[in-house]
């Protein structure tokens, strides 16, 4: 198939560029390296140095004999994003780009509304380019669990059965996002929704949990494949985070009591569940909702795993309760359906000690780069201006003024 991967340069895009194009797929990146200067901005850095895409590039094609084409451009830009379109063609289109992390949503109204200008109106563009270009090209949409929140009843993949007033109709469910970043991928979901009615767009929106891991087979070939690890407190999720922990000799930052729970999955089946959507594709005018997590935890329990995985390796870490920087509920019940995947050949990985080693084995690689300032949330949901310290630039590293500019801009 001619798949595109927008925002094929961070975490899950590069992870299943790879995967892709190792089955044999023609695979396009599109990316404008935004996330490389939000780090920036925020003075974070990945724990895995990663390299520039093009030598990424250059050295999967040294190493696999396997082509990928970029395009490097922002798709708010509908111009540059249909000019691709118009070229590649794609049978598929997996869309990845878009600003993802919750506390970046959070820090001020600036960024609250560049989030959702920039993933509102790149998915928009995204679905009139279609429409001009490729109209039968399959929209593969990475969405959030964290899109339904956390409500007292079981959460379905993506639609409901509704009995009111003595009638029943199969309804969207429910949405109850937790931060301007989840709003922004609900927003998404409506248009792609509505689009598929009134155009016969076909789409399918893979409400994603949080993913851990950074290895997967096609990154390991080589270590200028290495794919980011986020351990900082904006970007860094909660596993990663915790083995970075683990790896600086720092106390685990769980947040209240951890009584949160969410689904979770490894890297490696994110990229094997955005196969799987691509070769069972949706049919014209169908808008397809699969729930992309293969295990449910609360943040506790996933600290007491970390802690003992720990203890395993000889290493002796403490769990610490910080005051909960987010609005979110600590104690409820979840209950997420995630079938669907399985249903089309899904077999997870779930995690495992041996996995847990791997993840810390990795973090203790690298430990000489974490800063452990970046484990203290700085961003708080009920404040209004949020202040992050700008540490100074690495070296070589560069801030293109369109970036400036547009976290800036009002
Ligand atoms: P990431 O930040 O590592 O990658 C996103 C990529 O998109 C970056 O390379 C960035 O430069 C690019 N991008 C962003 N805006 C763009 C624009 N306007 N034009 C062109 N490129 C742009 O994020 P990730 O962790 O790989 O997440 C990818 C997607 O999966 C996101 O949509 C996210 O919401 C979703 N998701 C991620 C997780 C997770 O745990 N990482 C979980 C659930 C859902
Ligand atoms: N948490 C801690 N300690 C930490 C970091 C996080 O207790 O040091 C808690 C948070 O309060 C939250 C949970 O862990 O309850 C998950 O936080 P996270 O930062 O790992 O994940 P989240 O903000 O939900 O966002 C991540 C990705 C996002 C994706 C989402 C999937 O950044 O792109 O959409 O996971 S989901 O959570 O299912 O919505």
Redesign the pocket.
């Known amino acids: 198939m001619r798949i595109c991967v927008l925002g094929g340069d961070g975490y899950c895009g590069w992870a299943t560029s790879l995967y892709l194009s190792k089955k044999g797929h023609q695979v396009s990146i599109v990316d404008n390296f935004s996330r490389r200067q939000w780090d920036y901005e925020l003075g974070v850095q990945t724990l895995t140095p990663i390299q520039p895409l093009a030598d990424r590039l250059r050295v999967w094609q040294e190493r696999t004999g396997e082509q990928i084409q970029l395009f490097t451009g922002d798709v708010t830009d509908y111009d540059f994003l249909s000019s691709v379109l118009a070229e590649v063609r794609p049978d598929a289109i997996v869309h990845f780009a878009e600003q993802?992390?919750?506390?970046y949503s959070m820090i001020d109204r600036k960024h609250a509304v560049f989030t959702q200008v920039n993933n509102v109106v790149g998915t928009l563009n995204l679905l009139f380019a279609i429409r001009q270009w490729a109209p039968d090209c399959h929209l593969v949409k990475l969405g959030?669990?964290?899109?339904y929140g956390t409500p007292n009843i079981d959460i379905e993949e993506g639609y409901i059965r509704i009995e009111h007033n003595g009638r029943s109709d199969v309804l969207p469910y429910p949405k109850q996002p937790?931060?301007f970043?989840?709003l922004s991928?609900v927003h998404d979901s409506h248009n792609i929704m509505f689009t598929c009615k009134i155009w016969g767009m076909r789409a399918t929106d893979l409400?994603?949990?949080?993913?851990y891991g950074t290895m997967t087979n096609e990154t390991m070939l080589d270590e200028a494949l290495i794919n980011r690890f986020d351990y900082d407190?904006v970007?860094?999720?909660?596993?990663n985070?915790?083995c970075a922990q683990v790896a600086a000799g720092h106390p685990?930052?769980?947040?209240?009591r951890?009584g949160?729970t969410?689904?979770f999955l490894d890297i490696r089946d994110t990229v094997r569940c955005i196969e799987l959507a691509c070769m069972n594709p949706a049919k014209p005018g169908e808008c397809r909702v699969f729930n992309q997590?293969t295990e449910q935890f609360s943040?506790l329990e996933l600290a007491q795993m970390v802690k003992a995985g720990a203890r395993k390796l000889g290493l002796t870490v403490h769990i610490d309760h910080?005051p909960?920087?987010?609005v979110?509920a600590e104690e409820h019940y979840y209950n997420a359906k995630h079938s669907r995947l399985l249903d089309l050949g899904l077999r997870p990985n779930y995690l495992s000690d041996s996995l847990l080693d791997s993840l810390i084995n990795i973090a203790i690689k690298y430990r000489d780069r974490i800063d452990p300032a970046l484990?203290v949330?700085q961003v708080k949901w009920r404040d209004s201006e949020n202040v992050r310290t700008r540490t100074p630039p690495a070296a070589g590293a560069s801030f293109p003024a369109s970036a400036a500019a547009a976290i800036a801009g009002d």
């Open positions: 993802r992390s919750a506390p959030t669990m964290g899109e937790g931060s970043y989840h991928k409400n994603q949990g949080v993913v407190d970007f860094g999720t909660v596993l985070r915790f685990l930052t769980v947040y209240g951890g949160q969410r689904g997590f943040v910080l909960a920087p987010r979110e484990f949330p």
